[in-house]
């Protein structure tokens, strides 16, 4: 990928005009978002709408992030942390969580805990799992998007085996509590939520510079004397984590982060991070926050964007793959 | 031959182990002694179980052979196709605008929905620059998903997404004397590939190098998907989908017999039933007295054996 590293100043004004016209569609989404179609109590709507929006907006954050800094290490505009299976793999670790322990040991322990707990072991199996995918001789990206794929549908089946194994009646109640998706966003973990995405947001703030040597390629980056395993380890910790947080709140949306980061860097017009991150960030935010008041309000479709994502996205990602985007 | 008869000696015992597996008791004992009990529960259940599985496993195998012969590659299969999500489509369909047909009619339009779902993925295949033969796997996958997602919004849009996660979930425990035999027919299908075998590996040569030799590209292109889109149809209409069971078998056939067509068929075929008979048997003793469904058992199992395909020693063309 040849990196435009020389942030002349024309691109970089550029790329700061997209920004800004996208910040004023963003909070133009979130307006709407907040105020069609509000009939009777204003004060109560608008705080049922105001932690929903807050959900969708960590959610956009997280999945943007995740994604534009998943292709970077991973160097391709094609790969995505979902398509890799991770947030199917946290399906599975909660499924085997809640197999193992059972609905009473669950309501003992505090749900915000479980959840750090979670992401922690989520993150120690992706490390381990996906290190040999990175490091040994899978250097085949074809390879690697396969196997991705064909270990997420294995993640997928083992998590079902589990739920069908949990008592049926038992399973009824998890599946509300425990599963979340667009329509009931799970609201108790938004504080912590809220936190883990922006301390990993400040902390890949603060390795943007080194991100763009990274996107350089590996060998380059190791010439120009970037830290590479290092590096490469604490940004795969950081997209498990955020992978973790957006599925707990939401549950898996498979190509959203590709439709994302995709758009973002089409409208951009340079490869820096300071520039990509934020504009994929705002691009989630328009077409969650958009989406959900365009199908919620217009069409009165409540479950529908998930749908609508995975068709798109997969369309989207055809079309890269037929179009030999990938080598 | 000795590879075969190990392979036909695991099924033979495989599928007495079907017949005698389930939740109310049944003994070899009480068969040959003639409790009438006994007899009725094999003949209304037991026995149409098993020779359920055994045929969908067969012919699914075989057609994924066809395909993987079609496609001119390992790991083209109808799941991995968007065949089956095509025919599932057509089913849903099928139930909406014609509720109160015949399911022989339901099954022709999930057949056409299978042939077109197969025909587009062929025709994207024949325009895209083969970099990689993992391309044509992936392609095949993602058409599967954007054909689900258009699936499940049409399920959403008339409340039928949970009895389209239902049906279309391969699952053979609701399978009686009555409800199977549209089975027969798909075994009969894929049969028919054993005389056209040739056939269709010249075929899988290519188009210029088939025309060369005389054959009619088209036809023989056209008749296979006809008996991957028929059989496909058949199988998820009365059982639901078995993924990656048509991959799997075909390539352990191939591994062991290698890459004749005519020879590999019936050991593809035994290794496709016993495959789908392991996974039945134990989908109903892990959770014993509960059932989980052959689609997910084969789900995990198929995809430890697609990885260990993918990225085992064996695999050439990285």
């Known amino acids: 990928m040849p990196a435009d590293l020389s942030a002349s100043p ?18 133009f989404a979130c307006t709407a978002f907040m105020t069609v179609g509000v009939t009777g109590g204003w004060a109560f709507v608008l705080q049922l709408r105001a932690v929903k929006l807050a959900a969708l907006l960590l959610v956009g954050c997280a999945i943007a992030l995740a994604t534009v800094l998943f292709q970077t290490v991973s160097g391709n505009r094609i790969l995505t942390p979902s398509i890799m299976g991770f947030d199917a793999l946290y399906i599975l670790i909660q499924t085997a969580a809640v197999f193992a322990i059972g609905t009473s040991g669950l309501n003992l322990i505090d749900k915000r805990l479980l959840f750090v707990g979670q992401a922690a072991l989520m993150t120690a199996f992706a490390a381990l799992l996906y290190r040999w995918l990175f490091t040994g001789a899978m250097r085949s990206l074809h390879l690697l998007l396969l196997a991705g794929v064909v270990l997420g549908m294995l993640f997928r089946s083992l998590a079902n085996i589990l739920q069908r194994m949990i008592d049926p009646n038992e399973f009824v109640v998890l599946q509300d509590r425990f599963f979340a998706s667009f329509n009931t966003v799970d609201t108790t973990l938004l504080g912590v939520a809220a936190v883990i995405t922006a301390v990993a947001a400040i902390a890949i703030w603060r390795m943007r510079a080194t991100l763009d040597v990274l996107g350089l390629g590996r060998d380059a980056a190791i010439a120009l004397g970037v830290p590479y395993k290092r590096t490469t380890m604490t940004a795969l910790l950081l997209v ?12 898996p949306v498979a190509f959203f982060g590709l439709l994302v980061a995709n758009l973002a860097y089409a409208l951009i017009p340079s490869h820096r991070h300071a520039l990509t991150l934020p504009a994929a960030a705002l691009i989630a935010v328009i077409c969650l926050v958009g989406g959900q ?3 919620e309000r217009v069409f009165a479709f409540n479950t529908a964007l998930a749908i609508i994502v995975e068709f798109l996205g997969g369309i989207v990602f055809l079309f890269m793959l037929v179009r030999g985007a990938v080598r | 031959m000795t590879k075969t008869t190990a392979a036909l000696a695991v099924f033979l015992l495989l599928a007495v182990a079907s017949l005698f597996a389930g939740v109310s008791d049944l003994t070899p004992g009480a068969v040959l002694a003639g409790d009438p009990a006994a007899i009725n529960l094999l003949l209304t259940s037991r026995a149409p179980r098993t020779i359920a599985v055994v045929l969908a496993g067969g012919s699914v195998a075989i057609a994924g052979l066809i395909m993987q012969m079609l496609a001119r590659n390992r790991f083209a299969e109808p799941s991995t196709s968007g065949t089956v999500d095509a025919a599932s489509l057509g089913m849903l369909c099928a139930t909406l605008l ?3 047909m015949p399911v022989i009619v339901k099954m022709m339009v999930a057949a056409a929905f299978a042939l077109a779902g197969a025909g587009l993925f062929m025709g994207v295949l024949a325009r895209i620059p083969l970099s990689s033969p993992l391309v044509t796997p992936l392609v095949g996958l993602m058409l599967g998903n954007v054909i689900g997602a258009a699936t499940s919004f049409i399920a959403y849009r008339y409340d039928l997404l949970q009895s389209l996660a239902a049906w279309s979930n391969g699952d053979f425990s609701t399978i009686l004397r009555g409800r199977y035999e549209l089975l027969w027919v798909a075994f009969a299908l894929a049969a028919l590939a054993w005389f056209t075998a040739d056939r269709l590996t010249v075929a899988g040569l290519g188009r210029d190098f088939s025309v060369n030799l005389g054959l009619n590209y088209r036809r023989v292109l056209l008749f296979g998907l006809s008996i991957v889109a028929m059989v496909t149809a058949m199988v998820v209409t009365t059982v639901g989908m078995i993924p990656f069971l048509g991959l799997v078998a075909p390539n352990l056939a191939s591994m062991a017999l290698g890459d004749n067509m005519r020879r590999a068929i019936p050991l593809t075929a035994l290794l496709g039933a016993g495959l789908a008979l392991a996974c039945d048997l134990l989908g109903r003793l892990v959770n014993y007295p509960f059932e989980i469904p052959i689609g997910t058992m084969m789900g995990v199992i198929g995809s430890m054996l697609f990885l260990y395909l993918l990225l085992g020693k064996r695999f050439r063309a990285g």
Do not use: H, Y
Not at chain 1, 11 to 22: D, F, M
């Open chain 1, 240 to 251: 498990a984590v955020l992978t973790s947080t957006s599925t707990a709140l939401v549950g």
């Open chain 1, 10 to 27: 024309g691109s970089g004004r550029g790329g700061g005009l997209v920004l800004l016209v996208l910040l004023v569609i963003a909070l």
């Open chain 1, 293 to 295: 008041t365009v199908l």
């Open chain 2, 98 to 100: 014609l509720p109160d």
